[in-house]
């Protein structure tokens, strides 16, 4: 199993532009979610899943999207980005709900000029 | 709304040295707490969840539900305990993990 897959690794935009984080699981993971990791603010939960179908916000939504058409893929979508949006993004998905143990992807490291 | 706060953003400590990481959390229920560790160049990962009660690399974290903490010890600490360590936490009902502000915490030989 590959686990959690994000891609990109890394991407530089510039503000204004939009853009979409790849994330795909292949554990069959009904719950997936979407954290920034800020220095000294930890995880911050963007948005999450709790199945194909169903999406709802976290902490942090504004200025993302998210849909989950398949139980493997839970893409993110940056609109119009801003350098607010700076940040290492992790993909996660976990076999329970609520989730207890969560299963990360790498990161993708996003830079917004 | 439930928070969770780690209030060390670094220890530094020797090796052999005891090591506690603190973490207190504010709800009032029966939350379940866990403990997630980021090695250099790793991805993040559970270390261990106070369900358990059990000790993962020498770790140990004891619920205490009445200073609402969860706090993580080790005796002696290791060069390879280097990391970031998140504390966090998730409720029965709830939806979602809640993660603290983390603690990077420095073994030095």
């Known amino acids: 199993n590959a686990g959690v897959t994000q891609t990109p690794k890394f991407q530089v935009l510039k503000t204004g532009q939009s853009m979409t984080l790849q994330c795909a699981q292949d554990?069959?993971?009904?719950?997936m979610s979407w954290y920034r990791q800020d220095p000294g603010m930890g995880l911050r939960l963007i948005h999450y899943?709790?199945?194909?179908?169903?999406?709802d916000q976290g902490e942090v939504p504004n200025g993302y999207n998210v849909s989950r058409s398949t139980t493997e893929d839970f893409p993110l979508r940056l609109l119009s980005a801003a350098p607010s949006q700076t940040s290492v993004y992790f993909c996660?998905?976990?076999?329970?709900?609520?989730?207890?143990?969560?299963?990360f992807g790498p990161g993708t490291r996003l830079t917004v000029l | 709304a439930q928070r969770v706060t780690q209030p060390e953003k670094l220890l530094s400590v020797f090796k052999g040295a005891p090591v506690e990481l603190k973490c207190n959390y504010s709800?009032?229920?029966?939350?379940?707490l866990f403990w997630y560790v980021q090695y250099s160049r790793q991805r993040l990962q559970l270390l261990l969840r106070h369900i358990s009660r059990e000790s993962i690399k020498g770790f140990t974290a004891d619920l205490n539900k009445g200073e609402t903490s969860f706090h993580l010890k080790k005796p002696f600490a290791q060069e390879e305990d280097s990391a970031m360590y998140y504390c966090?936490?998730?409720?029965?009902?709830?939806?979602?993990?809640?993660f603290g502000g983390g603690t990077r915490v420095l073994v030095k030989p």
């Open positions: 899943s709790v199945g194909a179908g169903i999406t």
């Open positions: 554990m069959n993971h009904e719950y």
């Open positions: 709800y009032s229920g029966s939350p379940e």
């Open positions: 996660a998905s976990s076999p329970t709900h609520p989730p207890d143990t969560q299963y």
């Open positions: 966090a936490l998730s409720l029965a009902a709830g939806n979602k993990l809640t």
